[in-house]
């Protein structure tokens, strides 16, 4: 294609003017490093939002049944059937959950407790993340305790040395007013056995107890809170939510693992979007510069204008020349920095030698920057140079199109 030889020659051509030069790499370097930021940024929004997503996914299963309205339901044999005749669910498990006023020596805290039968481990992968002690709920005629690591910690429980076992107190069911206060209330206590530590909106709520604790401490033999849900495969958890929520009625809600946090994932999505649109408005100033280097460009080159004109070329080839000069230099810049994000990219994967600080002592769940890698990044940051890069070219060159004589 004429136009695309002339804009390519013209890129890396010397100009009598210096700073032409200058703002034309200018102009290549800052596509360049704006390219880098958004696949790193984002590569990093992706690790992170990985991260959040594993951890939430831990604790959450990929299907949960609960009341549409109020706490808890009772349970039928029905819904067993039902939950067991649906194809590619793998297991499933029934939980009771009650808020709670806990007691362990001198310190008090309020927290929740959640029954689970012996399937919950099956359910979700909570067993990997029990950091002290060990995963255990029920034995022969003990009941035992896997307690969040902040409601843990302040308290100072000491599951792997300490019996002391924990007071555990709820409203009793049916009671509004009574003689004595603490005939309101139900206190039983349990061992802790374990402490497990999530994300801290798991560490600083939950108690795991075994169904049968929970159902004999809320007067609830019953009653249940959700049936929560392992599936076969995640890409058949709608299928299986609209089967499940069609045999279940409008009395029940069903929801994907999704939807059960539905906030938290509209919140990440939105910082995700606002973050991408920072660094594409950084962009569009940067792109200022190639307005700033073709028109300068076009001044310069007047005289060649003339001669393409004068040798049959009309306005649309001048203008396609300069068209492509501007998006050559804009994609060529892009492409480098593309590169070099994915690099950078790949080293931390590889290396994790960008660290999120905090020391030896530190609490996060990871001491470096997670970061994967998106094929769909890459053409979104290519899409964004190629607009930002078509709108800024079109100008200079459409005035370069029109007419060589305002040039000379």
């Given at each position: 294609?004429l136009?695309?030889r002339?804009?390519?020659?013209?890129?890396?051509?010397k100009?009598?003017?210096?700073?032409?030069?200058?703002?034309?790499?200018?102009?290549m370097?800052?596509?360049g490093?704006?390219?880098?930021?958004?696949?790193?940024?984002?590569?990093?929004?992706?690790?992170?939002?990985g991260l959040?997503?594993?951890l939430?996914?831990?604790?959450?299963?990929?299907?949960?049944?609960?009341?549409?309205s109020?706490?808890?339901?009772?349970?039928?044999?029905?819904?067993?059937?039902?939950?067991?005749?649906?194809?590619?669910?793998?297991?499933?498990?029934?939980t009771?959950?009650?808020?709670a006023?806990?007691?362990?020596?001198?310190?008090?805290?309020?927290?929740?407790?959640?029954?689970v039968?012996?399937?919950?481990?099956?359910?979700?992968?909570?067993?990997?993340?029990?950091?002290?002690?060990?995963?255990?709920?029920?034995e022969?005629?003990?009941?035992?305790?896997?307690i969040?690591?902040?409601?843990?910690?302040?308290?100072?429980?000491?599951?792997e040395?300490?019996?002391?076992?924990?007071?555990?107190?709820?409203p009793?069911?049916?009671?509004?007013?009574?003689?004595?206060?603490?005939?309101?209330?139900?206190?039983?206590?349990?061992?802790?056995?374990?402490?497990f530590?999530?994300?801290?909106?798991f560490?600083?709520?939950?108690?795991?107890?075994?169904?049968?604790?929970?159902?004999a401490?809320?007067?609830?033999?019953?009653?249940?809170?959700?049936?929560?849900?392992?599936?076969?495969?995640?890409?058949?958890?709608?299928?299986?939510?609209?089967?499940?929520?069609?045999?279940?009625?409008?009395?029940f809600?069903?929801?994907?693992?999704?939807?059960q946090?539905?906030?938290?994932y509209?919140?990440?999505?939105?910082?995700r979007?606002?973050?991408?649109?920072?660094?594409?408005?950084?962009?569009?100033?940067?792109?200022?510069?190639?307005?700033?280097s073709?028109?300068?460009?076009v001044i310069?080159?007047?005289?060649?204008?003339?001669?393409?004109?004068?040798?049959?070329?009309?306005g649309s080839?001048?203008?396609?020349?300069?068209?492509?000069?501007?998006?050559?230099?804009?994609l060529?810049?892009a492409?480098?920095?593309?590169?070099?994000?994915?690099?950078?990219?790949?080293?931390?994967?590889?290396?994790h030698?960008?660290?999120?600080?905090?020391?030896?002592?530190?609490?996060?769940?990871?001491?470096?920057?997670?970061?994967?890698?998106?094929?769909?990044?890459?053409?979104?940051t290519?899409?964004?140079?190629?607009?930002?890069?078509?709108g800024?070219?079109?100008?200079?060159?459409?005035?370069?199109?029109?007419?060589?004589?305002?040039?000379?």
């Open positions: 294609m136009a695309a002339i804009a390519f020659r013209y890129l890396f051509s100009k009598s003017t210096n700073a032409i030069n200058i703002i034309s790499w200018v102009s370097l800052g596509m490093f704006g390219a880098m930021a958004l696949i790193c940024v984002l590569s990093v929004f992706n690790g992170f939002e959040v997503l594993s939430y996914n831990s604790f959450y299963p990929d299907i949960e049944i609960s009341a549409a109020g706490k808890t339901f009772t349970e039928q044999p029905e819904h067993i059937k039902i939950i067991t005749a649906t194809p590619g669910i793998v297991v499933y498990c029934k009771l959950e009650e808020n006023y806990l007691e362990y020596g001198d310190e008090k805290q309020l927290g929740t407790i959640k029954g039968d012996a399937q919950y481990v099956h359910v979700t992968s909570i067993e990997q993340y029990v950091r002290f002690g060990e995963y255990l709920l029920e022969d005629s003990m009941q035992y305790a896997v969040g690591a902040n409601i843990s910690f302040p308290m100072n429980i000491d599951v040395r300490g019996m002391e076992p924990l007071s555990v107190t709820v009793r069911r049916g009671v509004k007013t009574a003689f004595m206060p603490e005939d309101m209330f139900n206190t039983m206590h349990i061992i802790p056995a374990g402490v530590s999530i994300q801290q909106e560490d600083s709520k939950y108690v795991l107890t075994s169904l049968n604790f929970a159902r401490l809320t007067d609830n033999e019953n009653e249940l809170s959700a049936y929560e849900i392992k599936v076969d495969d995640p890409a058949n958890i709608e299928r299986i939510k609209k089967q499940l929520q069609t045999a279940f009625g409008n009395e809600k069903v929801l994907g693992r999704y939807e946090k539905a906030e938290m509209r919140v990440m999505l939105i910082e979007w606002v973050t991408t649109a920072i660094l594409a408005f950084i962009i569009l100033i940067i792109s200022f510069n190639i307005v700033g073709l028109t300068m460009l310069e080159k007047s005289k060649d204008i003339s001669i393409i004109k004068a040798l049959g070329g009309n080839l001048v203008q396609k020349v300069y068209l492509l000069n501007g998006l050559f230099a804009a060529i810049g492409g480098a920095g593309m590169l070099v994000g994915y690099h950078i990219c790949f080293l931390q994967i590889q290396f030698f960008i660290g999120l600080g905090g020391g030896s002592g530190s609490t996060f769940v990871i001491d470096y920057y997670p970061v994967e890698l998106h094929v769909s990044d890459f053409f979104l290519f899409g964004i140079i190629l607009f930002i890069s078509l800024a070219a079109y100008f200079p060159s459409r005035k370069a199109g029109l007419s060589e004589m305002q040039f000379k």
